[in-house]
């Protein structure tokens, strides 16, 4: 286990990347489409979405998600 802070919290987890802990707290399932309208940051750095499953976590994390919302 390992501790990130997700979105302003301490969590910790079991997951080894980005995308298993987005699947893990309902972000993303497991219809691709579910990626749309989010953007995840870490450490204050942008991830590409085709690169969260390759990001590996590390004790300490600050991980951010943010969500598209429609306005006018």
Same mark, same amino acid.
């Given at each position: 286990?390992?501790? !990130?802070? #997700?979105?302003? +919290? !301490?969590? +910790? @987890?079991?997951?080894? @990347?980005? &995308?298993? &802990?987005?699947?893990? @707290?309902? !972000? !993303?399932?497991?219809?691709? *489409?579910? &990626?749309?309208? =989010?953007?995840?940051?870490?450490?204050? +750095?942008?991830?590409?979405?085709? *690169?969260?499953?390759? #990001?590996?976590? *590390? +004790?300490?994390?600050? =991980?951010? =998600?943010? @969500?598209?919302?429609?306005?006018?």
């Amino acid at each position: 286990m390992i501790k !990130v802070i #997700y979105n302003g +919290e !301490v969590r +910790e @987890t079991g997951c080894s @990347t980005l &995308l298993e &802990l987005l699947k893990e @707290t309902g !972000v !993303v399932k497991d219809d691709p *489409r579910s &990626l749309f309208g =989010i953007a995840v940051g870490v450490n204050d +750095e942008m991830v590409p979405k085709s *690169r969260l499953d390759q #990001y590996i976590l *590390r +004790e300490n994390d600050r =991980i951010e =998600i943010f @969500t598209m919302i429609a306005g006018g």
